[in-house]
Every structure is written in C-alpha cells, then in structure tokens.
C-alpha cells in the first residue's frame, strides 16, 4: 500500500468510530425519551459500521 492508500483508511476509520459515537450519543437522548424500540435499532446499525470498516 502507498501512503495515500494509507491516509485514505485511516480517515475512514477515523469518521466511522466518530459517526458510531454520535450514534451512541442520539441513542442515549431517544432512551431518555422512552424511545426504546428505534432506540436500539438505531445502536445496533450505527455501530455496526465501525466494524464492518475494520473487517473490510
């Protein structure tokens, strides 16, 4: 891989954890509502793209 291959990756990895902690952060607001069922929906497929990233 070349250097810019690298840095590609790198800010891929670097936005999917941050879009998997805002997701957290809006779950956590939509719990606090009562929000439950989307709630949960919401957690479970934000996140999953932080390790669908890593296992690419």
Not at 15 to 22: E, N, V, Y
Not at 25 to 52: C, F, M, P
Request: avoid cysteine; glycine fraction near 4%; charged fraction near 30%.
């Amino acid at each position: 891989m070349n250097t810019e291959e690298n840095k590609r990756e790198n800010i891929v990895v670097k936005r999917s954890f941050q879009f998997a902690l805002d997701i957290v952060i809006y779950a956590e607001k939509l719990e606090s509502e009562r929000k439950y069922v989307i709630q949960r929906q919401l957690l479970r497929s934000g996140t999953s793209i932080g390790a669908n990233v890593r296992e690419a």
